[in-house]
């Protein structure tokens, strides 16, 4: 199996568990050092350097803002050496009841099996008009 088909394999099954709301397995396919990009101007659009940063200063806020578990299901995967694209969308409520089913597209570096970089692709105005800013740590 080449690497782009292995490196598509391991997103596909990944989103078949963030799909059921599952996302340990996303986080467990994050390099240590990962470089995580969300693009635009938001509060939430930076890069975030370090799986430790990751955790803390995006998934954490994300899933306290969140009603429930994230649930993002994938639409396309598209894969070539060490680079891997996945169009998702997003099904979920804030806490507060709002709605927020934003759609994604994401580019994943690999390397030795796992993430290293990652640039997202998101609908900035409906993080700004829906999602409260992140405490800075």
């Known amino acids: ?20 709301g599952n ?12 470089r995580w990009t ?3 101007t938001t509060a939430w659009s930076r890069t975030y350097s370090g799986k430790h940063a990751v ?13 429930a578990s994230n649930v993002i299901t994938a639409k396309r995967f598209i894969a070539e050496v060490d680079l891997a694209v996945v169009e ?3 099904h979920n409520h804030t806490a507060s009841g ?3 089913a934003n759609s994604y597209c994401w580019v994943f570096r690999f390397r030795e099996g796992r993430v290293i970089e990652l640039t997202e692709y998101t ?3 409906l993080i700004d008009s829906t999602l409260e800013a992140p405490l800075r740590a």
């Open 1 to 20: 199996m080449s690497s782009a088909s292995y490196n598509k394999a391991l997103l596909q099954s990944v989103f078949a568990e963030t799909a059921k």
């Open 55 to 67: 955790v803390k200063e995006l998934l954490g806020p994300l899933s306290a803002q969140l009603g």
């Open 123 to 125: 609908d900035t105005a």
């Open 98 to 100: 709002k709605p927020y």
């Open 38 to 40: 969300i693009i635009g």
């Open 23 to 34: 996302g340990r397995p996303f986080v467990d396919l994050l390099s240590d050092d990962v």
């Open 88 to 90: 998702g969308e997003g």
